[in-house]
């Protein structure tokens, strides 16, 4: 839900849906879907917002379905005019390459299948930082933002370690630090 213009507008489905549909609360005739095929669950939107670009009005939505990402765009002109409710969704950009994200305002992170982490500030959209795990490192696992702006990146090592590495979101510096590891027979593999 995103509030602009003094009306709200929604991006909601149903359980086992073909679509999602984006609604405002003021606007009957404002229609709007995204072609998308959803399961109980599977669907969880992180955030949205309205620019302006030229005489456009954007919506641009930040879903992820299952394990995929999805930057949607919806031109906000198109949805009164046209007979078809799928013809204001102008622009999606998915990334499949990606998992362990997490999100705690303002902070969204994730990592990739190069061992990149990547995190975004909503203050600061036109920064993203990225930090490189070590070479040994297999895959990342897991990922979670504290309330206290602290990342914690749970990794795999082809030696069968786990390395628990930590980021000081809030720092004038921000590092990565390895602050423990553990083997797999530790924890009965």
């Known amino acids: 839900m995103i509030n602009h213009k003094n009306s ?21 005739e404002f229609n709007a879907s995204i072609k998308r095929n959803i399961e109980p669950g599977l669907v ?12 456009k009005e954007i919506l641009k939505i930040l879903i992820v379905i299952g394990d995929h990402m999805y930057l949607e765009k919806i031109d906000m002109n198109k949805c009164h005019n046209s007979e078809n409710r799928f013809d204001a969704h102008i622009d999606s950009n998915v990334d499949k390459y990606y998992f362990a994200y997490s999100f705690n305002w303002p902070y969204f992170t994730f990592a990739n299948k190069l061992n990149f ?15 490189e795990l070590p070479d040994n490192e297999v895959r990342v696992l ?19 370690i786990y390395n628990l590495y930590k980021i000081d979101l809030d720092a004038t510096v921000p590092e990565l630090q390895l602050i423990m590891n553990y083997t797999f027979e530790d924890v009965d593999f």
């Not at 939107?45 to 302006?52: L, N």
Request: glycine share 0%; net charge negative; proline share 3%.
């Open 8 to 28: 709200f507008y929604f991006v909601s489905c149903k359980e086992y849906d073909r679509d999602i549909d984006i609604l405002n609360s003021d606007d009957p």
């Open 142 to 160: 897991e990922t979670f933002l504290t309330d206290s702006q602290d990342l914690f990146i749970l990794s795999e090592t082809y030696q069968d």
């Open 44 to 55: 969880k939107v992180f955030d949205s917002m309205v620019y302006s670009s030229l005489d």
């Open 117 to 131: 982490i990547h995190v975004m500030n909503a203050f600061n959209p036109q920064f993203i930082q990225r930090y």
